[in-house]
């Protein structure tokens, strides 16, 4: 017993001692800091480019577009459809493969000065349709059965979703967008591809591409990414495509709203009624009833959430001329569907980054 002892002691007393220096001992109270997530308000935000979030002339005007209206919130690329990093960053692979492209170079600076002014700050991170990444590294991007890479539609390569490197790049990612102050990380691009000759796809660890297996890929890469980043006080959101709430096959994309609404703080799907077809809900352009589709739509995810417990719904509205004009009214109805919907805030999204005060409340 003796020399059990012996053996024992030595080896918990530094475990043992470590825990007591964790506390304040004249306070008992522990010295280390609590970190928690800060529940966002209800966010009404627009999409920035990093080309306008790095235009200080354009982005002041829109940082007024925000003071003067209801809007309280911005998402900004930091990494985007092209695979190009916006920012100065620490992670070795971004670094090595020269990732960056630095169009914010204030971009630390800036988020501090938005969080003075009460502006809510959302990082938007472009996760597998990522053609830089692939071009690099071939090893980890889609490959076409004909050889070389896989290219969609637009020409764009892609990194396998299967391959679990690219899941820990863009959660580093991720991690430095905490780090520079970011409230929030939105992922976007979480899914296969959905245009191009996707029969010509490999994968390296997919031998059979069926919709089952390519959304148990998905939502094994949600709950890593939640896994990932338990411990930083970061909210995290999911863009997927609005016919997620109304189909749970996957869409051959891999994307299902039960999968993903434990794993994040925020859905939000993408809602445009632009992008439903023709005769959807029974209307000829679903474009011109932006009120009867958003509102149809998001009361479907309501006994998901419950399930699930943990995702509100925050979708992105349309705010860009296509299938029909997009009127300030029809900002508004987008809104008050939203709203009568239950959903918690909403995101604007223009490509181009043009936006006025048609369709918001003014303060």
């Given at each position: 017993m003796r020399n059990m002892l012996a053996i024992i002691i030595p080896t918990i007393a530094p475990l043992v001692l470590s825990f007591f220096l964790s506390f304040n001992l004249s306070l008992g109270e522990p010295t280390y800091e609590v970190l928690t997530k800060t529940q966002p308000p209800a966010v009404k935000g627009i999409y920035l480019t990093a080309y306008t979030a790095g235009d200080k002339v354009r982005r002041q005007q829109l940082v007024e577009l925000i003071n003067q209206t209801e809007l309280n919130a911005v998402v900004i690329d930091i990494k985007d459809y092209s695979g190009r990093i916006f920012f100065d960053t620490n992670i070795v692979l971004a670094n090595q493969i020269g990732a960056e492209d630095v169009r914010i170079p204030d971009l630390k600076n800036w988020l501090a000065e938005l969080k003075k002014q009460g502006i809510y700050t959302i990082a938007r991170i472009t996760v597998f349709q990522d053609p830089y990444l692939a071009q690099q590294l071939p090893e980890i991007a889609l490959k076409a059965?004909?050889?070389?890479?896989?290219?969609?539609?637009k020409g764009l390569a892609w990194v396998d979703p299967t391959q679990k490197l690219v899941w820990d790049y863009n959660i580093d990612l991720a991690k430095e967008a905490v780090k520079l102050g970011f409230a929030e990380v939105?992922?976007?691009?979480?899914?296969?591809?959905?245009?191009?000759?996707?029969?010509?796809?490999?994968?390296?660890?997919?031998?059979?591409?069926?919709?089952?297996?390519?959304?148990?890929?998905m939502a094994d890469f949600y709950q890593y990414l939640d896994e990932s980043l338990i411990f930083y006080p970061v909210i995290t959101s999911a863009d997927l495509f609005?016919?997620?709430?109304?189909?749970?096959?996957?869409?051959?994309?891999?994307?299902r709203f039960e999968d993903a609404a434990p794993h994040f703080d925020y859905i939000a799907p993408m809602v445009y009624p632009s992008h439903y077809p023709s005769g959807f809900q029974g209307f000829a352009n679903p474009a011109e009833h932006p009120y009867e589709v958003i509102y149809r739509s998001l009361i479907r995810g309501e006994k998901t959430l419950k399930q699930a417990n943990r995702a509100k719904l925050r979708p992105w509205l349309q705010a860009f001329d296509l299938g029909a004009v997009y009127t300030p009214e029809m900002i508004r109805l987008q809104k008050q569907a939203t709203d009568d919907a239950k959903g918690e805030g909403w995101m604007l999204w223009n490509a181009s980054n043009r936006y006025t005060a048609g369709g918001l409340e003014l303060n």
């Open positions: 059965k004909s050889g070389g890479l896989w290219h969609d539609w939105n992922f976007d691009y979480i899914r296969f591809p959905s245009d191009g000759d996707i029969k010509q796809i490999v994968y390296a660890n997919l031998d059979n591409a069926t919709f089952e297996a390519k959304s148990k890929v609005g016919m997620v709430l109304w189909r749970s096959d996957g869409l051959n994309i891999g994307q």
